[in-house]
């Protein structure tokens, strides 16, 4: 069993931490910010935490991140729902499900706004031996220890703030978004991690609300609406409270307008499945969030690692525009990645861990992350060619399927049922497609259908009701 060291207290940092503890490591995790999780107050209004930008902006959990934690770490989710998370079955909310089917349930999740989460994840780390946390420790470098000659920097530990040195057998980078550790280990002498990095391109204008009649808002249609100019994500949440985000491309300057409450009023309001998810009292103002990074690191580059002794986890690894809310659950995954092969691989064979973690996140958890790109890029270029006022064309008869599917989704239960599988992450579109007929069924249902499918406003409408020019 090993000493590791998880930098950063955050989705993936905490899931990490559990998942090593339970498998007898000892674990210390240190996080920059300094506030402890707020004991009774409620964690959304009392928890200050600087460090994560998107702290007090909308969150949904998917069912896959629900089942694996059911199965992995079953007591974050009591602990989250005796605070007030939500069970819900995403099925419900799609009108064309039909009955209820056998295996319906596994469209179930439990989800709450981000401070609800993350304070249920350090509650069960406060409680779980071979856990310490310390906050207010931020990291500012790595170790390596210069006695040793290694092929490649070998890191021994990390230095922190005030000169402290924290030594590990294995450090976990779970720093995010903003993660140091490409510097950091140029720093040490290491090559750069292969990096791959670009602003997403999108802006959400968000807002938080609560029940005034203690029933959330009645879901119409999918939590994720594709509109000309505009998604809208509609996501319910801990304790009556909802969130909804309006979604446009930053270089759309029509759209700036969106961040005065009134216009972002005014915009839901033209949505005819998304304008009652206005009903209610509003419990934040518009929430703005831009330059978002889509960021990938690989740290075998050119067949070797760039060091040993180091590996990042979740964000800090790779993450995307966050409009198919799979960032928790694809750091869970590559979180149950590290615990297994640290089950399979002494911590001690440096060169072999680095390799095989590598390997696995490679084969098992990029292949995720490029499908949010995929789908991203091309979304955003619709966006773009919305604000233009030119058609959408790509020669990817990939995108022309997926458009299919949308709306063959919103008339078809099986159709429902296999796209919410994709966007649940519950299984790859070549395992879905896989069910006889349905490929031919999309196509017949959806590859006529207009190009988008849910009721809502044109631009023009929308730039008239937001008082916008073209
Ligand atoms: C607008 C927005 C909406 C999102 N919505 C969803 C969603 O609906 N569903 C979903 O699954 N995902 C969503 N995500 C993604 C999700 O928030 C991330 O995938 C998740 O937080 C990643 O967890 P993490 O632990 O890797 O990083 P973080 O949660 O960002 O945590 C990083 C931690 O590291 C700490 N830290 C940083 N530097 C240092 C240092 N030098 N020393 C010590 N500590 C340090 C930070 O303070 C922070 O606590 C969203 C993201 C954004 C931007």
New binding site residues.
């Given amino acids: 069993m090993a000493r590791i060291l998880v930098?950063?207290?955050?989705?993936?940092?905490?899931?990490?931490a559990l998942l090593l503890a339970r498998d007898g490591h000892e674990v210390t995790v240190?996080?920059?910010?300094p506030a402890e999780p707020p004991t009774g107050a409620q964690p959304w209004e009392a928890w200050q935490?600087?460090?994560?930008?998107?702290?007090r902006?909308?969150?949904?959990?998917?069912p896959r991140?629900r089942a694996e934690m059911d199965r992995e770490l079953p007591e974050v989710l009591r602990v989250l729902e005796a605070a007030g998370g939500l069970r819900t079955n995403l099925l419900a909310m799609l009108p064309p499900r039909g009955p209820w089917r056998d295996g319906d349930e596994r469209f179930e999740t439990v989800?709450a706004r981000?401070p609800v989460l993350?304070s249920a994840l350090a509650a069960v780390a406060a409680d779980t031996a071979g856990i310490t946390v310390h906050r207010g420790?931020?990291?500012?470098g790595l170790l390596t220890d210069p006695a040793t000659r290694t092929p490649v920097p070998h890191v021994t530990g990390?230095l922190?703030?005030g000169g402290r040195l924290l030594r590990a057998d294995l450090v976990v980078d779970?720093?995010?978004?903003?993660?140091?550790l490409a510097s950091w280990l140029q720093a040490i002498g290491a090559r750069r991690p292969a990096e791959e990095r670009a602003d997403c391109g999108f802006v959400?204008f968000?807002r938080h609300f609560r029940t005034r009649t203690g029933a959330l808002p009645e879901g119409r249609t999918n939590l994720l609406q594709r509109h000309e100019s505009m998604s809208i994500?509609t996501?319910p949440a801990d304790n009556g409270t909802w969130s909804v985000?309006l979604v446009t491309s930053s270089r759309d300057r029509s759209m700036r307008a969106l961040r005065e409450p009134a216009r972002w009023d005014a915009a839901l309001a033209v949505y005819p499945d998304a304008a009652h998810w206005r009903d209610g009292e509003t419990i934040s103002g518009v929430e703005v969030?831009a330059g978002?990074e889509d960021r990938y690191r690989g740290f075998v580059a050119d067949g070797r690692p760039v060091a040993t002794g180091v590996v990042a986890?979740?964000?800090?690894?790779a993450?995307t525009?966050?409009?198919?809310?799979?960032?928790?659950?694809?750091?869970l995954l590559h979180a149950i990645g590290l615990r297994d092969v640290l089950r399979t691989t002494d911590p001690d064979d440096h060169d072999k861990l680095a390799r095989r973690f590598h390997e696995w996140t490679s084969t098992a958890v990029q292949p995720l992350h490029r499908n949010t790109l995929w789908y991203d890029r091309h979304r955003l270029a619709e966006l773009d060619a919305d604000a233009a006022g030119l058609p959408y064309q790509t020669d990817d008869p990939k995108w022309a399927f997926s458009l299919a599917m949308f709306a063959a989704a919103r008339t078809h239960p099986d159709v429902a049922r296999a796209h919410l599988t994709l966007g649940s992450l519950l299984a790859d579109i070549d395992e879905v497609l896989a069910e006889p007929g349905l490929a031919a069924r999309i196509t017949e249902l959806g590859t006529h259908a207009p190009n988008h499918p849910l009721a809502g406003p044109s631009r023009r409408e929308l730039l008239a009701a937001i008082g916008g020019s073209p």
Avoid: K
């Fill in positions: 930098l950063g207290a955050g989705l993936c940092g905490l899931s990490t240190v996080e920059r910010d935490r600087p460090g994560v930008n998107q702290f902006l909308p969150h949904l959990m998917l991140w989800t981000r993350e420790v931020a990291v500012t990390v922190a703030e779970c720093c995010g978004r903003r993660s140091a959400y968000a994500l996501l985000a969030i978002i986890v979740g964000d800090s690894w993450c525009n966050p409009s198919l809310g799979r960032g928790a659950t694809i750091g």
